[in-house]
């Protein structure tokens, strides 16, 4: 988002500068103010002449004069700056807002483009029992099951595909592949003798098409 008249986009460092302008712009009013104070505390608009209309003796005309003069033209860039900062921050905020967006929407977009490529699932994982072969490995419940050995969406017609491909594998790393929170995990299961009932120690039943 560039500036108008071309120019490049607001910064948070131009931002900070434009504070300590204004800082330094308000150290000068403080230090006019203290020059006014001591000159015996004439301020902005105490009369300069005595009773006579005589201007006074007892105080720094020319100082007095230049330091309310400085203090108008500080005032005045002070306010002119407080403008310019409160601007800034709103471009920044803006093009804050407008990044969150963009990444928003990027993250949408990778997501939708994650989920249409993803490959069709054939069975879930119910239940894991705990120690056993498949908890292990680092099989979850709810996990879908897109390849199980040889076993996909293709061939496999009921359980006992995979419990086939199980009895066949005692022993030996079968490589599952299983859609977790949106996204493909390749788990490398292998069915083996443990403590529990059965090769593998989790529960699986077919989806619904």
Same mark, same amino acid.
């Given at each position: 988002?560039?500036? $108008?008249?071309?120019?490049?986009?607001?910064?948070?460092?131009?931002?900070?500068?434009?504070?300590?302008?204004k800082?330094?712009i308000?150290?000068?009013i403080?230090?006019c103010?203290?020059?006014?104070?001591?000159?015996?505390g004439?301020?902005? %608009?105490?009369p &300069?002449?005595?009773?006579?209309?005589?201007?006074?003796?007892? /105080?720094?005309?020319?100082?007095?004069?230049?330091?309310? %003069? *400085? /203090? /108008?033209?500080l005032? *005045?860039?002070?306010?002119?700056?407080?403008?310019?900062?409160e601007?800034?921050?709103?471009?920044?905020?803006?093009?804050?807002?407008?990044? %969150?967006?963009?990444?928003?929407?990027?993250? &949408?977009?990778?997501?939708?483009?994650?989920?249409?490529?993803? $490959?069709?699932?054939?069975?879930?994982?119910?239940?894991?029992? $705990?120690?056993?072969?498949?908890?292990?490995?680092?099989?979850?419940?709810?996990?879908?099951?897109v390849?199980?050995?040889?076993?996909n969406?293709? +061939?496999?017609? *009921?359980? @006992? +595909?995979?419990?086939?491909?199980?009895? %066949?594998?005692?022993?030996?790393?079968?490589?599952?592949?299983? /859609?977790r929170?949106?996204r493909?995990?390749?788990?490398?299961l292998?069915?083996?003798?443990?403590?529990g009932?059965?090769?593998?120690?989790? +529960?699986?039943? $077919?989806? @619904?098409?």
């Amino acid at each position: 988002m560039a500036e $108008p008249g071309g120019g490049r986009p607001v910064t948070v460092s131009d931002v900070q500068q434009l504070v300590r302008r204004k800082d330094e712009i308000e150290a000068q009013i403080k230090a006019c103010y203290e020059l006014l104070e001591g000159q015996k505390g004439v301020g902005m %608009h105490e009369p &300069l002449v005595d009773a006579e209309g005589f201007p006074r003796a007892d /105080i720094d005309l020319y100082q007095v004069r230049t330091a309310r %003069h *400085n /203090i /108008i033209c500080l005032q *005045n860039d002070h306010k002119a700056l407080m403008k310019q900062v409160e601007e800034a921050l709103h471009k920044l905020h803006a093009r804050e807002k407008e990044k %969150h967006a963009k990444d928003e929407a990027e993250a &949408l977009a990778e997501a939708m483009s994650q989920s249409q490529s993803l $490959p069709q699932a054939f069975a879930r994982v119910n239940a894991v029992s $705990p120690g056993s072969p498949a908890s292990v490995s680092g099989l979850q419940v709810d996990d879908e099951i897109v390849e199980f050995g040889s076993v996909n969406v293709n +061939n496999f017609q *009921n359980l @006992q +595909n995979i419990a086939t491909v199980v009895q %066949h594998s005692e022993g030996r790393p079968l490589s599952v592949t299983v /859609i977790r929170g949106g996204r493909r995990v390749h788990v490398g299961l292998t069915p083996k003798r443990w403590a529990g009932k059965g090769l593998l120690g989790c +529960n699986i039943i $077919p989806l @619904q098409r």
